[in-house]
């Protein structure tokens, strides 16, 4: 059993964990080690938004930005996945990652000024976050198959104790031995032309939450599709609609897409969050998500190692200045959009 | 809004609280107000045990402590509940509290005596804890109807800021601010002829969490009995049959008697654990439990100050030198002494 928190990143603690230190968690978990020299990752979000079927326009881009991605200083890794959003929008976002944020700062100008340089018919939005490793967590339930961030790793932990109670996801985050990472601010509206940036707020949230059910055998696959994917829609469908009343901006229950754009049998919840304890509040109180947890708790427990299905998330909360949102033709709900008044 | 540690018991924090100071509470609750010159108060459970009918020995054991709490160094309240337990047994259990500890001392050497002193064909046992006012906490779904320790309290809060979170029960506790109160070894056996003393180990826990049905409408007694009460029941038979591997030693599921001995409709459950930490996971985590806050939750936030179904505990982390337990003639799964070897 070992600490979430790597070695290289413990600190002097001012503030405890949730839990005693002989806490034995119930199942197994495990997170991403990078490497030591690793200061900073890059989360980068680059959306496009259309009416029906896709245009031109829409492939265009998608195969623009992935021959950049190819860039010898383009991402460790990249995917893609869809959805439908609230106002019947498809939404495609591709999500790139760097662990070497002078790589993504050489390479992101031209990239950024091709995706929302200029109009072409369709909505496009770029979310970045660049926090430094002390600012972000991620969790496994199984150490064989990474995803998102942890796919630049070096690789995964072995089994770590800070997770299977409210309060594991703050515990895992470097930061939270010193810092309570209150959030300072609201997000406000820049207007640059016919670009639209949210200027950001210190200790903002983000989560990307996975499911991985490619693996699992019929039996599984049912209890998976049949009895926790319709509660956890159903969280995904609150949060889109009626987050922002307690913290959560905008939520997107993306498909993940194949290389040949079909969809794949992963999925990912991605949300915008006020502050992590509104993400901690929503999770641990809100029925919906209470469901999910309590599913998810008996389904590790009972099916135990036998279980195929994969879940993962990582957690990252993010200073003012490690953050970045731009938004072109896009309707007054796309991402962050959704946090101010847009005329 | 007002914090449930009350102003002369707060301190120079060395551990924070689980929520940010502008977190907003889903519904409101409240705690027990003692005037500020209570600095102690006692907490003591009488059973009596038995199989079958009640002997005329337990109706005299009965008449007797009754009578002794009328005393003028008696309790300033106590009430009477009755289980059957898993070995079949009924037990009577009339739990006292005063808010003067010098008169309990006072009180207690003679009705110990007559309790637990000779032999009478039953089981008997005494459990008392004499918390510090900092090592314990009080919640109330309503403030206009005190239970257990918090009839002898001044009255009660307005609205409290701690509770509807995980973590809530420890930051009521005014010992939280400064403590982790973790628990200190494990309980032992102590032979005194037929009398067993069970000694006891830093930051024991107790929990009484009630329930009272009496006021509420035909619509509302329904939905308690038929969906909150059946998971209520289930999460306390798992604590009484398979609690001691989470380090719950004993949990009994009480029925409030009234003054002439028939079931009322009001319930408790009381639980002894090995630290608070313990009882923190098992209600944040076991499928029970999560099902038993999930409903309470939608039910409070539902039907809102409509609601007729009052809900309330009182939590205590007692130091070693503030317990004591005493068992004669009882099962060896009595009690405390479910958490040791009884030959």
């Known amino acids: 059993m070992e600490s979430a928190i790597p070695e290289h990143l413990k600190t002097t603690r001012s503030r405890h964990r949730r839990i005693p230190d002989d806490y034995v968690p119930p199942y197994p978990s495990f997170v991403a080690r990078h490497k030591p020299k690793v200061a900073r990752v890059v989360m ?6 259309y009416q029906g079927e896709a ?26 996945a869809q959805y439908f959003d ?43 976050l660049r926090p430094a490793v002390a600012r972000y967590e991620t969790l496994f339930s199984s150490p064989d198959r990474a995803e998102g961030v942890a796919v630049m790793a070096e690789g995964m932990s072995g089994e770590v104790q800070e997770h299977a109670y409210w309060g594991g996801m703050r515990d ?76 959560c901006y905008t939520n997107r229950y993306m498909r993940v897409l194949g290389a040949d754009g079909s969809p794949t049998e992963k999925s990912y919840g991605q949300s915008w969050w006020h502050s ?22 008996k389904y590790l427990s009972t099916l135990g190692p036998a279980a195929k299905l994969r879940l993962y998330h990582e957690v990252t909360v993010a200073a003012a200045a490690e953050q970045f949102f731009e938004y072109r033709d896009c309707h007054a709900r796309t991402g962050m959009l959704a946090a101010v008044a847009v005329d």
Chains 1, 2 share one sequence.
């Open 86 to 128: 609230q106002a019947g929008y498809s939404n495609v976002v591709s999500v790139a990652y760097w662990d070497d944020a002078a790589k993504f700062d050489t390479w992101f100008d031209a990239a950024r000024e091709a995706w929302t340089g200029r109009a072409n018919g369709i909505g496009r939005y770029i979310e970045v």
């Open 172 to 247: 895992r985050i470097p930061l939270s031995q010193t810092d309570e990472m209150a959030p300072g601010g609201k997000p406000a509206l820049e207007r640059d032309g016919s670009r639209l940036r949210i200027v950001p707020h210190d200790n903002l949230c983000l989560i990307r939450s996975g499911q991985d059910w490619s693996d699992t055998d019929a039996a599984e696959r049912k209890l998976y599709l049949e009895e926790v994917e319709p509660v956890l829609r159903e969280g995904m469908d609150f949060l889109r609609d009626d987050g922002v009343r307690i913290g």
């Open 55 to 80: 245009p031109p326009a829409a492939a265009s881009a998608l195969g623009d930005i992935a021959a950049r991605f190819a860039d010898a200083q383009g991402p460790a890794h990249w995917d893609r």
């Open 276 to 297: 992590l304890a509104a993400l901690e509040r929503w999770a641990e109180s809100h029925p919906t998500h209470v469901r999910i947890f309590g599913a998810a708790m």
């Open 44 to 49: 980068a979000y680059f959306g496009l938004q």
